[in-house]
């Protein structure tokens, strides 16, 4: 039975996939509440509120995938998601249209003075003259971080004829062009705008990005507007341009603690607050946790995912298309890693033919998974391969080459040990498999898969007797065999096939052959 923990509230809607799912246990409780059943959870889903640390994931030792129903990842600790071999997803887009609604609700509120004037109205008092607003029409609202929320604050502020500006330095041209807004410096942002609105994720660079500095450089009589992460406008330097009314006004969805507590912005009558509400909405909220539902089936249906944080993301359709190279480059990595048993530095790929015109860093990372599987405790897969490689001291690269060398496609892998090197070529072959072609110098034509045992020997009548009778002496049936040689009467291959693993004895015992020099014991 697959476990999996709801630890922050979640639409019930938007969970329905994993809920009828009879395999499926969802359990919906808060951490502290299943403290001693942590290690037995499959999948972590999670909002805001719940913070997935280091020491969380420590214990969370059968966990998998951490599902984060919502844009930011601030509240997950990645880096050591990607170490214990944790998938992280997100739902990037189910709530982007509630939060620009919601950025835009803050504007109206804080232009037209709403929240001053609904509390006067409810107080039994009628001021008109108080609550004198100004329009939004013609107003130059500056916009910086320029992804899906951006976007749609822009589209929104078009219909209320605002002028907008932009300021996102991974923005590209053409992207800006086809939306059609002025995309300019921050300082020419800072200048022009009389309202701001950010909208970025908040990093080393975001954070305190409208410190005292650049709101020095704002318009007098600005409006700020923060619905995307507390930090971005630096709260203690909002103080000043607040008391001597340079900032006009200020809506917050976000906080840098939250809740805030007894926070001095929260005194101004000019500051507007809502309690981190942008994707509270019921569309949202069902939107975000359908697509973190389905994208864990997706996962633990062996299948991969679209909005992974840690992981290269797959359409469905790249997927189809690399599904075979996957599962060949795993199995070329476990057989390389046991044929191998020594220190290796460096791993070489080169992918030849169809496949090398596919997207082939997942390919790779499940070579490097398989081949890094039998050598480390922890758990190892694609997302955290390349960074057990590199940690290990092993090398890995890519080449490409259009030519596919007799095959259709093929994956040759050479893996460079402390005292020798092996090299390996598999290809996939339609309706028939996967096939490895060259082992260790040798051609040869066999399916990577179940019991295998290699030897090699000299090329001399009789020895494939020798080996079938002491393997039927001992009741081990042979499925299949392969054999190649270099040339006649030289080094020579078998690869066979077992229908049950064979132990250290006969292993041995045929290790004790005249004219056989290695014998090795293959699991795939
Ligand atoms: N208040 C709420 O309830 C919600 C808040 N959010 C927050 O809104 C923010 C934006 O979300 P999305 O638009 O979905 O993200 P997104 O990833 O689509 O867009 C972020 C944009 O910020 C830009 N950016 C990054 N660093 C920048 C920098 N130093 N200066 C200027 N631009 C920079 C990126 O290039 C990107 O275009 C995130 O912080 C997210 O966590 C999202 C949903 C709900
Ligand atoms: O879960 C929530 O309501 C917060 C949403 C949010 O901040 C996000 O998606 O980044």
Redesign the pocket.
């Given at each position: 039975m697959i476990r999996i923990l709801v630890a922050d509230a979640m639409s019930e809607e938007g969970l329905a996939p994993l809920l009828a799912d009879p395999t499926i246990e969802v359990v919906q409780k808060k951490v502290s509440e299943v403290e001693d059943e942590l290690d037995q959870f499959d999948a972590l889903l999670v909002?805001?509120a719940t913070k997935v640390t280091e020491q969380l994931l420590q214990k969370m030792t059968n966990l998998k995938i951490v599902g984060r129903?919502?844009?930011?990842v601030d509240n997950i600790d990645v880096d050591a998601a990607t170490r214990y071999g944790v998938v992280v997803i997100n739902a990037p887009n189910g709530?982007t249209i509630s939060t620009a609604e919601h950025t835009f609700a803050m504007m109206a509120s804080l232009v037209r003075r709403i929240p001053q004037a609904h509390i006067s109205v409810k107080s039994r008092e009628w001021n008109r003259s108080a609550f004198v607003g100004v329009e939004l029409f013609g107003k130059h609202l500056g916009i910086i971080g320029f992804g899906r929320i951006g976007s749609e604050v822009a589209k929104r502020a078009r219909a209320f004829g605002m002028h907008v500006h932009v300021y996102d330095p991974f923005l590209t041209k053409v992207r800006a062009e086809k939306i059609g807004v002025d995309v300019c410096t921050l300082d020419a942002l800072l200048a022009q705008a009389d309202i701001i609105t950010v909208h970025t994720p908040l990093t080393k660079e975001t954070k305190g990005l409208l410190g005292p500095k650049n709101l020095a450089k704002t318009k007098k009589g600005v409006y700020l507007i923060n619905c995307a992460r507390g930090g971005i406008i630096d709260e203690q330097a909002l103080i000043p341009f607040l008391e001597n009314g340079h900032v006009a006004g200020v809506a917050l969805d976000v906080f840098e603690q939250e809740p805030p507590g007894d926070h001095p912005l929260l005194s101004f009558d000019n500051v507007v607050v809502t309690p981190?509400l942008?994707?509270?909405t019921v569309e949202a909220q069902v939107n975000v946790a359908t697509q973190v539902a389905e994208e864990v089936l997706t996962f633990l249906q062996g299948k991969p995912v679209t909005s992974s944080i840690n992981l290269p993301t797959l359409s469905k359709d790249v997927y189809e298309k690399i599904q075979a190279f996957y599962t060949l480059a795993r199995k070329m990595g476990i057989l390389a890693s046991q044929y191998m048993s020594e220190p290796v530095q460096e791993i070489a790929i080169t992918y030849s033919g169809s496949v090398a015109d596919l997207e082939t860093t997942f390919i790779t990372r499940s070579l490097l998974a398989g081949f890094l599987k039998p050598r480390v405790a922890s758990t190892v897969n694609e997302v955290n391969a390349a960074m057990i490689a590199k940690e290990r001291g092993i090398a890995f690269s890519e080449k490409f080459s259009a030519n596919g060398n007799d095959y259709n496609n093929s994956i040759t892998l050479t893996v460079y040990g402390e005292n020798k090197t092996f090299t390996l070529k598999g290809t996939h072959i339609a309706h028939y498999g996967d096939r490895i072609v060259h082992f260790n110098g040798f051609a040869i034509d066999f399916a990577p898969e179940g019991h295998l045992l290699y030897i090699q020997h000299h090329d001399k009548p009789g020895m494939i007797g020798k080996v079938g009778n002491i393997l039927g002496d001992h009741q081990v049936n042979i499925a299949t065999m392969q054999v190649g040689r270099q040339e006649a009467g030289g080094k020579a291959i078998m690869m066979l096939s077992l229908d049950k693993p064979l132990d250290d004895a006969l292993v041995e015992t045929l290790e004790q052959i005249s004219d056989i020099d290695v014998v090795k014991r293959l699991e795939v």
């Open positions: 909002r805001s129903a919502g844009v930011g709530n981190h942008g994707a509270s």
